[in-house]
């Protein structure tokens, strides 16, 4: 499709275990972020990405969170050691640049028992 | 600080029942202005992105508009299927990223 892809769509895990989410962006876009939305909140930004300049790390809330991007294309945001309080939507937008709408995937929401 | 505040936090209309949601927001230099829908389990949608004071947009039953402090987006005669998320976004300042409010949840009943 033309959209941003994410997946998993749902992901359910135990408390301590690894997870990893992908994103797919929309092809030409140089700029990806990953935002996390807890239940009626509004979103948090976690990480950004613009063509091959470092990424914005500043909103990544511990250093279990780590994200990449290969190719300039395809995202994976990775969890180690998964806590209660990760649970959560996360979210993956891509845009033409830093100044442009953001187009956003449906999220992965995921859930740490 | 760079801050984005949307009020209300919840508004419920009845159907053809217009209104205006509230944007405020502060940033050294504003880049843009973003506003989107969401609706439950999905991903926010863009609607508008507004650039400098004293513009608007328009569509449909929606209109943004921009001043040096904050955007409104007017529903004119909504119907049920404006019920939604509305979250308003802006760029600027030093920093790289885009600050998300909080959102209002806007409930038409027919």
């Known amino acids: 499709g033309a959209g941003v892809s994410q997946s998993p769509s749902n992901k359910v895990t135990e408390k301590g275990k690894d997870v990893e989410l992908r994103c797919d962006p929309i092809?030409?876009?140089?700029?990806l972020y990953w935002y996390r939305q807890s239940l009626g909140q509004g979103l948090e930004f976690l990480i950004y990405?613009?063509?091959?300049?470092?990424?914005?790390k500043s909103g990544l809330p511990s250093d279990r969170f780590s994200a990449e991007r290969t190719g300039g294309s395809v995202s994976t945001l990775t969890i180690q050691r998964t806590q209660q309080e990760d649970s959560a939507v996360y979210l993956c937008?891509?845009?033409?640049?830093?100044?442009?709408?953001?187009?956003f995937g449906d999220g992965t929401r995921l859930s740490i028992l | 600080e760079d801050q984005v505040t949307q009020s209300p936090e919840a508004l419920r209309l009845q159907e053809g029942e217009s209104s205006s949601l509230n944007c405020s927001y502060t940033?050294?230099?504003?880049?843009?202005l973003f506003w989107y829908r969401q609706d439950p389990g999905k991903g926010p949608e863009f609607l508008f992105t507004?650039?400098?004071a004293g513009e608007e947009k328009e569509k449909e039953r929606l209109k943004a508009t921009l001043t040096k402090k904050e955007s409104f987006l007017h529903i004119t005669a909504p119907k049920p299927e404006d019920s939604a998320t509305y979250l308003c976004?802006?760029?600027?300042?030093?920093?790289?990223?885009?600050?998300f409010g909080s959102g209002t949840r806007l409930s038409i009943r027919p």
């Open positions: 507004l650039y400098s």
């Open positions: 940033v050294s230099g504003l880049r843009g």
């Open positions: 976004a802006v760029s600027g300042g030093s920093a790289s990223k885009i600050i």
């Open positions: 990405f613009q063509g091959n300049s470092a990424p914005d």
């Open positions: 092809s030409g876009h140089t700029a």
């Open positions: 937008a891509s845009s033409r640049g830093s100044n442009q709408p953001q187009h």
